[in-house]
């Protein structure tokens, strides 16, 4: 018969197996942060919600996206009928069309009173338009160079968008980190002057070796 070596260690105790775990202070898992809520760009709208991703710009109401498509395509049919192009082709569509009703038997007795048709029952935006999502006005006249907004609500808001979402892709990044320190060492000054004390001044840097 083959003897077996004894177990070194009982069948009630446990064996060592490798190096022992820390069982220290255990981070906490970190919870699913929801994002603060945001104002709708659509203007007129200003309903609040809460972003699904980071470069969501409009509440998810059905009639508010209708309405914004439709400033799109707004925008992209005036782009488009400003094209050179576009506008021969539309001049020799008019005059076979002139040339055909002349050619008709039918008339109307009163031009004025019949209804529109064709191009002429849609209504049309002519460019340029507010850059502002949903708003069809004229941006306001500007001496010096062309504007891109009817208003400072409008600038305003699309600015305060943009520098959302340029700030959300420089988070990660060491310049964006900077620039978010300073913002943040600003924005403290600014409150303890409103609250009318003397701010901490900044740490002063050692002189270099």
Same mark, same amino acid.
């Given at each position: 018969m083959v003897a077996h070596s004894p177990r070194a260690f009982p069948w009630e105790i446990k064996p060592p197996v490798g190096i022992g775990h820390v069982t220290g202070k255990r981070r906490r898992r970190a919870r699913g942060r929801q994002s603060r809520?945001?104002? %709708? =760009? +659509?203007?007129?709208? /200003?309903?609040?919600?809460?972003? #699904?991703?980071?470069?969501? !710009?409009?509440?998810?109401?059905?009639? %508010? =996206? +209708?309405?914004?498509? /439709?400033?799109?395509?707004?925008? #992209?049919?005036?782009?488009? !009928?400003?094209?050179?192009?576009?506008?021969?082709?539309?001049?020799?569509?008019?005059?076979?069309?002139?040339?055909?009703?002349?050619?008709?038997?039918?008339?109307?007795?009163?031009?004025?009173?019949?209804?529109?048709?064709?191009?002429?029952?849609?209504?049309?935006?002519?460019?340029p338009l507010c850059d502002r999502p949903g708003c069809h006005e004229h941006p306001a006249s500007s001496p010096r160079n062309l504007a891109r907004y009817c208003c400072p609500a409008c600038r305003q808001a699309v600015r305060n968008v943009l520098d959302r979402e340029r700030k959300w892709l420089s988070r990660g990044t060491p310049d964006g980190r900077k620039k978010r320190a300073i913002e943040y060492q600003a924005a403290r000054r600014r409150r303890g002057l409103l609250q009318g004390r003397t701010p901490d001044p900044p740490p002063s840097r050692p002189p270099p070796r």
């Amino acid at each position: 018969m083959v003897a077996h070596s004894p177990r070194a260690f009982p069948w009630e105790i446990k064996p060592p197996v490798g190096i022992g775990h820390v069982t220290g202070k255990r981070r906490r898992r970190a919870r699913g942060r929801q994002s603060r809520p945001r104002i %709708c =760009l +659509r203007k007129g709208c /200003r309903r609040k919600y809460r972003p #699904r991703c980071h470069n969501q !710009r409009y509440c998810q109401d059905p009639e %508010c =996206l +209708r309405i914004v498509r /439709r400033w799109h395509a707004a925008r #992209r049919k005036a782009r488009h !009928r400003k094209d050179d192009h576009v506008k021969i082709k539309h001049a020799q569509e008019e005059k076979a069309r002139r040339q055909l009703a002349k050619s008709a038997s039918q008339t109307v007795e009163n031009s004025k009173l019949a209804p529109a048709r064709g191009h002429a029952a849609q209504t049309f935006f002519a460019l340029p338009l507010c850059d502002r999502p949903g708003c069809h006005e004229h941006p306001a006249s500007s001496p010096r160079n062309l504007a891109r907004y009817c208003c400072p609500a409008c600038r305003q808001a699309v600015r305060n968008v943009l520098d959302r979402e340029r700030k959300w892709l420089s988070r990660g990044t060491p310049d964006g980190r900077k620039k978010r320190a300073i913002e943040y060492q600003a924005a403290r000054r600014r409150r303890g002057l409103l609250q009318g004390r003397t701010p901490d001044p900044p740490p002063s840097r050692p002189p270099p070796r």
